[in-house]
C-alpha cells in the first residue's frame, strides 16, 4: 500500500503541481506557446473527465460526446455574434443547451444497450454537426470567427493568457471535484452497481435508466463546459469539432489513462495531445503511429497509464 501511494498519488501529485505552475515557467523562460498548448489541453482533459464519468463509471460507451462541446462552443459563438457578450449570459446557456441535448439523447439512447447504444449516440452527434454545417448565416462549413471573448464585468479578463489558463484549470479541478463527490455518493455508488450488475440492481428496486440518465446529462453539461472554454480559447467554432473523429479522439484519451480513474483521463489527454503535437512536426501521418501505441496499450497496459501505475506499485 505504501509504495501505491508513493508512485500513483505521487505521479498524480507531480501532474497537478506541474499544471499549477506551469504559467510561472512559460513567464521566466518566455515560452509562450507551452501556455497556449496547455490551456487546450486543460480544455479536452475537462471534455475526457466528463466522458470518463459515464464511460468509465457508467459503463455508457458514449461515441457522440464531441457534440456537446460543439454545442457548448456554438452557444457562445452565436451569441456572441448576435451582440450578447457577457459570459454570464453565454456560459448558462451553453450549460443549458448541453443538457438539454444530453437529455434528448440519453432519454433515447438509454433504451438500448450495446452496439445499438454507440450507433445512436454517433447518430445524433452527427445530426448537430450537419445542422450547424447548414447555418450558413453563422458560417455553415467554414465556421464561426468569434472577435470577442466573454466577459465577465471586469472580473477576469479572457483575453490574458495567464488568467485564462487558471480559469480553465480551475474548471478542471472543479468538474474532477465533482465527479469524485458524484462517484462517492450514493447516487454514484448506484451507476456503477448498474455497470456492474444492471439486473441485481433492478431487482433490489433501482430504475436503472433514470440514474443513467442524469448521470448521462451531468457528463454531458461538463462537456457543454469545456466547449465554452474551447471557442473562447480559439476565437472560433466550427462543425468539424462535433465530428465523430472528435469523439473518438476523447475516448482515445480516456483509454490512455486509464477508464474509471479519477485523474486517468488528465493524464491521458497530456500524453495524446503532447504526441500529436511532437509527432506531427515530423510527418503529417502521425495517426499511424498513435494507432499501434494505442494498441499496446490495450494489449499489454490494462487500465491504461494508471493501470499500468498500480501494477508497478504491487511489483
Keep these: 500500500m505504501k509504495s501505491r501511494i508513493n508512485v500513483s498519488n505521487a505521479v498524480v501529485a507531480l501532474v497537478v ?13 518566455g515560452n509562450i506557446f507551452i501556455l497556449t498548448l496547455f490551456t487546450r489541453i486543460v480544455i479536452f482533459a475537462l471534455a475526457a473527465a466528463s466522458l470518463n464519468l459515464i464511460m468509465g463509471y457508467g459503463g455508457m460507451m458514449s461515441f457522440g460526446h464531441a457534440a456537446y462541446l460543439g454545442i457548448g462552443g456554438y452557444a457562445v459563438g452565436i451569441l456572441a455574434f448576435e451582440g450578447i457578450g457577457s459570459g454570464f449570459i453565454q456560459w448558462p446557456v451553453a450549460l443549458l443547451a448541453s443538457a438539454l441535448y444530453a437529455l ?128 473562447n480559447n480559439t476565437d472560433f467554432v466550427s462543425p468539424a469539432g462535433m465530428y465523430w473523429t472528435r469523439s473518438g479522439e476523447l475516448m482515445v484519451m480516456v483509454v490512455f489513462g486509464g477508464m474509471g480513474s479519477l485523474f486517468g483521463p488528465v493524464i491521458g489527454t497530456i500524453v495524446f495531445l503532447l504526441l500529436e503535437e511532437l509527432l506531427s512536426q515530423f510527418t503529417e501521418y502521425w495517426a499511424l503511429i498513435m494507432g499501434p501505441l494505442l494498441l499496446l496499450i490495450v494489449l499489454f497496459a490494462r487500465g491504461g497509464i494508471m493501470g499500468l501505475l498500480g501494477r508497478l506499485s504491487r511489483a
Excluded at 433504451?111 to 445524433?124: K, N, S
Excluded at 448521462?216 to 466547449?227: E, M, P, Q, R, Y
Design 17 to 29: 503541481l506541474g499544471l499549477t505552475l506551469l504559467p510561472v515557467y512559460s513567464a521566466l523562460s
Design 104 to 231: 434528448v439523447i440519453g432519454a433515447l439512447s438509454l433504451r438500448t444497450r450495446g452496439v445499438y447504444f454507440i450507433m445512436i449516440t454517433l447518430a445524433f452527434a452527427q445530426m448537430a454537426y450537419y445542422v450547424t454545417s447548414g447555418l450558413s448565416r453563422y458560417g455553415g462549413d467554414d465556421g464561426l470567427t468569434i472577435y470577442k471573448r466573454s466577459t465577465f464585468g471586469g472580473l477576469i479578463d479572457l483575453s490574458n493568457r495567464v488568467q485564462f489558463y487558471y480559469l480553465c484549470l480551475g474548471c478542471l479541478f472543479g468538474g474532477i471535484y465533482l465527479i469524485w463527490r458524484i462517484i462517492n455518493s450514493r447516487f454514484g455508488m448506484v451507476v456503477q452497481g448498474i455497470r456492474s450488475n444492471e439486473q441485481r440492481m433492478q431487482a433490489i428496486g433501482y430504475h436503472a435508466n433514470r440514474y443513467r440518465l442524469v448521470c448521462f446529462v451531468i457528463s454531458g453539461t461538463i462537456c457543454g463546459l469545456a466547449g465554452a472554454l474551447l471557442a
